[in-house]
Nanobody, 115 residues
Framework: QVQLVESGGGLVQAGGSLRLSCAAS????????MGWYRQAPGKQRELVATIISGGSVNYADFVKGRFTISRDNAKNTVYLQMNSLEAEDTAVYYC?????????WGQGTQVTVSS
């Protein structure tokens, strides 16, 4: 059973920074891709950023230049560095891991940006 545990969320003022972490119970290189999604109240869950096993990364347009996804293979952890946060970034952020046809989710971590 794959477990993903997110941490690092919290309350921050607009313009501030947070770093989210997602610790996986298995080797992250065993996943085809890992990523971060977010869901704001009343909205659908949306993709924020992904990193595939080969290392390529992809970002949603609304976070390009502000957020950075990275990973530490030795720690089996994926990170999301979030800078220049805006009130619109307020959401629950979820870690996701995909392996072939299987998709795994963490429990989510709340990020609240005050304007």
């Amino acid at each position: 059973q794959v477990q993903l545990v997110e941490s690092g969320g919290g309350l921050v003022q607009a313009g501030g920074s947070l770093r989210l972490s997602c610790a996986a119970s298995g080797r992250i290189l065993s996943f085809n891709a890992m990523g971060w999604y977010r869901q704001a109240p009343g909205k659908q869950r949306e993709l924020v950023a992904t990193i595939i096993s080969g290392g390529s990364v992809n970002y949603a347009d609304f976070v390009k230049g502000r957020f950075t996804i990275s990973r530490d293979n030795a720690k089996n952890t994926v990170y999301l560095q979030m800078n220049s946060l805006e009130a619109e970034d307020t959401a629950v952020y979820y870690c996701n891991a995909r392996r072939v046809t299987m998709s795994y989710w963490g429990q989510g971590t709340q990020v609240t940006v005050s304007s």
